[in-house]
């Protein structure tokens, strides 16, 4: 494919991005490996530890394994409600409907909104004391107030609905690309067997879309799995743009990376982290794929 | 039956879609101390958050600072991306594939990971709390070259052959040919990429620190941190930053729906 040429030229066009991926991209990445063998912050010069930075991660820290419980409790909530709201959205969507451009529009509004409005948005909607969220549960419903973000176990699915919000509109717009290239037929034939419409999504839809879905869950964990803007301003001080750190109710992997670097200035354990965080990411990417993606190409 | 089911989950969706930015308005329109209990409109409608926000906040200059950073972070994006798309796409050389996967697989690292060494490359050439420190970075996305090169297939090659033989060098084929038959899939791209770069975040967080650089994004979010600051006007300062997107949101949602549909259906 293609037209045949020799000699430097086509190189040339490439030229720009190649230097600029080695730099950026692989000498960024040789150089995090680097660092995470050192103990360094801007000031002093790098100084070569070994292991150590792993080993204070892996055995000494418990704020490893508390980020990494915090980032699977957001990932179990994130996904499945992404899911969720991507795939009836989708479903309801895809024939013709009235103010369907209209629709379209609020469904893509929090997507097109920048990850801190909407923070900002829910962090004042759940605060204790003047949130309209404890108003309903308090003044019209008769609970308790509920400190919404004093723990892990409520401040999380707040976050992960938060996200869930935000990102309804870019499911939608994948799972309709999706159910509208199925074939009409055979939706058409099944309903004239006598299909239900829950049948037929059932039974016809979403084994046809089950590529979409398997490709919709791996960047939907992609993204929860590195989650980090909603959290850091969920879990801002009221004070100067700075974090809570360690004390808040929250601590992601990507949150517990950020501490770590540009808070407690420990770059080399960063790193560690970083690279830990990468892997098993990857992990879990193979084993979806092994267990999902099986399915998948068995259809 | 099951048309009523179907418009009453849409419009629900809708509603949850629209509330909180109701509700932000709502807040932004109304003085601290009436807030105790919620109200559908408030009247009058307190406009001061808004005037204290334009008056003690340099807005109209975050508004440029994220204008020019989104824009030339965009515009060095596909200028080398397409630039390196041609070559990929519509010519064929040696070692074409083996550098294009070689460069695919930087797609895999995910960004949490390339933050600190790209902090250390970025204070160490001297470019913290610039401009280019911000976009530079983003300006090589192998990302954006797959796209387009994936476009590029399409474009038949008869009408690259026939140029060639008519006496065209490369660049009048890649600037007479290619970039008109692309324009439509570029402005694609470019919005899309523009509005990922307007509300970024993370990383504009960590090479700007004095407040007259601050793009939207950062400078907003420190409203929320900042003493003595009343929810209102955070609020305010919310709405006033989602203005110049949301014009541009409506202006070409065409291209939104279009660029969007290229990243998924790759």
Known sequence: MGIEVKGIKPFLFILPILIGIVIFGYGCFAYVVKLSFFKTNLLKPPEFVGLKNYIFLLFESKYFLISLKHTLYYVLWSVPLNLFIGLSLGFAMHSKIKYGSFLRFTYLLPWISSSVIIALIFKYAFNTHWGIVNWIFTDLLGFGRIRWFSEMKTAVPVAAIMGAWQGMGFAMIIFLGAINAIPKNLTESASLEGANTLQIIRYVMIPLIKPTIFFYLVICFISAFQVFDSVFILMQQELGICSVGLQGSILTSAYFTYVLAFEGQQFGVAAAMALLMFLIMIIAILIQRYFIGRKVTQL | ?266
């Open chain 2, 1 to 266: 039956m099951k048309n009523t089911l179907r418009y009453f989950a849409l419009i629900l969706f809708s509603i949850a879609s629209l509330f909180p930015f109701y509700w932000m308005m709502i807040t932004a329109l109304t003085k601290a101390e009436w807030i105790t209990s919620p109200v559908i409109f408030p009247i009058p409608p307190y406009l001061n958050s808004f005037k204290k926000i334009l008056l003690y906040y340099p807005y109209f200059r975050w508004v440029l600072n994220t204008f020019i950073i989104a824009t030339i972070g965009t515009l060095g994006n596909l200028f080398f991306a397409s630039f390196a798309a041609f070559s990929f796409g519509c010519l064929r050389w040696r070692f074409r594939d083996l550098i294009f996967y070689l460069l695919l697989l930087t797609m895999m690292l995910p960004a949490f990971l390339m933050v600190i060494p790209r902090f250390f490359l970025v204070v160490n050439i001297g470019w913290m709390d610039t401009y280019w420190g911000v976009f530079i970075p983003g300006w090589f996305s192998i990302f954006s070259v797959f796209l387009l090169r994936q476009y590029y297939f399409t474009i038949p090659h008869e009408i690259l052959n026939s140029a060639r033989i008519d006496g065209a060098n490369l660049w009048q084929i890649y600037w007479r040919i290619i970039i008109p038959n692309s324009k439509m899939v570029l402005m694609a791209l470019f919005v899309i990429n523009f509005l990922g770069k307007w509300n970024e975040f993370f990383w504009p967080l960590l090479i700007i620190k004095s407040q007259k650089m601050e793009t939207l994004a950062v400078g907003v979010a420190g409203l929320g941190g900042t003493i003595g600051i009343e929810y209102n006007e955070i609020m305010a300062g919310a709405i006033l930053s989602m203005i110049p997107i949301l014009i541009m949101f409506i202006f070409l949602s065409k291209y939104i729906s279009k660029g969007l549909n290229m990243r998924i259906t790759f």
